[in-house]
């Protein structure tokens, strides 16, 4: 579970009393996310989310992923908004973190996308990337291509301490890829980490897109690849769901357009994303404390995937 830093009853009551939220009634940690603290906050007044920032998350990105987010919600897309105190700050200290108040957004996060909700979430990216085009500012892939060799090296030997090969697996994927990474291509703010648990929804209407603390300026199609190697597979990684993979890049297609040779790039950007998530699950699952509270992500679901993608190339997409 996500909680790493306990937060008091007097710290949130002194936390809220800066805003015009209401008095606290009552505030729960949230199970689900890996990367930062979240609470569930109801007062007299409404629902908030409470986020503290924690390791991967840096204080100085904040000012960028709140612009973005006020810019989408500005655009009508359901996006949650950081909320600002009396006096307008909307990033905060508490308990010795950096700290937001957000919106909180109805709907439930997915576990098994069906493909009518996977048309849907994917339209929705379409609607986002069409809504950046004047968003002006930029922040580069903190977890980008040029990040996964170094990633690589720094867990070292001890990869093949999770499975042995991993580690000739991970080295021979990543010289395939970062062969063929393409140079070109659209590029725009993207979320970086459109996974089923960060779009709520309700029935097959996307609520809530969430968890917008890895956007960063990449290249769009970078994005969609995430979301299909995401949202294509069982949790395992054992087991393509062309259904769920074809209404993908249809419902992208149906609202932002997708051309024969963008296609083409997919596959490539797909072993890319495999490569970051198995790479920084891996880093995770060697540097999790034993005693930590948060349930280690499976490195090996990616590598399978990277396993499927190499194998079906092109004909995964299409
Ligand atoms: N604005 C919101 N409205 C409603 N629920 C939310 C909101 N933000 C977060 N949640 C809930 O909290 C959970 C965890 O949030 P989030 O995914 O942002 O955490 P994280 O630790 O950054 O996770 P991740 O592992 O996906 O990076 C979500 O799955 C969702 O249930
Ligand atoms: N969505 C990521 C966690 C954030 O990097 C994963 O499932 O590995």
Not at 70 to 76: I, Q, S, T, V, Y
Not at 89 to 103: F, G, V, W
Not at 177 to 206: K, S, Y
Not at 264 to 281: I, T
């Amino acid at each position: 579970m996500a909680v790493y830093t306990p937060v008091s009853a007097e710290a949130l009551t002194g936390f809220l009393g800066r805003y015009d939220a209401g008095e606290l009634v009552s505030a729960k940690g949230i199970a689900e996310g890996v990367e930062n603290s979240n609470y569930l906050v109801d007062t007299t007044r409404d629902r908030y989310i409470l986020t503290l920032y924690e390791k991967r998350v840096s204080a100085d990105d904040l000012p960028f992923f709140l612009s973005l987010l006020d810019h989408l919600a500005a655009k009508g897309l359901p996006v949650p908004p950081a909320i600002g105190d009396r006096g307008g700050r909307a990033i905060q200290q508490l308990e010795s973190r950096p700290a937001c108040l957000i919106r909180f957004l109805p709907g439930v996060s997915l576990s098994h996308p069906t493909p009518a909700q996977a048309h849907a979430a994917a339209a929705m990216m379409g609607r986002m990337h069409r809504a950046v085009a004047d968003f002006a500012l930029a922040r580069p892939n903190s977890m980008g291509a040029d990040t996964w060799r170094p990633l690589f090296e720094r867990c070292g030997s001890d990869l093949d301490s999770i499975a042995p090969s991993l580690r000739d697996e991970l080295a021979s994927g990543l010289d395939r890829v970062l062969h063929a990474w393409p140079t070109d291509g659209d590029r725009c703010v993207i979320h970086a980490d459109l996974f089923p648990d960060n779009v709520l929804m309700r029935d097959d209407q996307v609520t809530g897109l969430i968890d917008f603390y890895f956007a960063c300026t990449d290249l769009r199609l970078y994005d969609l690849a995430v979301m299909h190697s995401a949202w294509s597979f069982d949790v395992r990684g054992e087991r393509y769901d062309l259904a769920v993979g074809r209404a993908l890049l249809d419902g992208y297609a149906d609202s932002y357009g997708l051309g024969a040779e963008e296609r083409q790039q997919l596959p490539v950007l797909a072993m890319g994303a495999c490569l970051r998530f198995a790479l920084s699950r891996a880093w995770d699952w060697l540097n999790t404390p034993a005693d930590a509270l948060v349930t280690r992500k499976d490195p090996l679901a990616y590598t399978r995937r990277l396993g499927f993608y190499q194998e079906h190339g092109i004909t995964a997409f299409s």
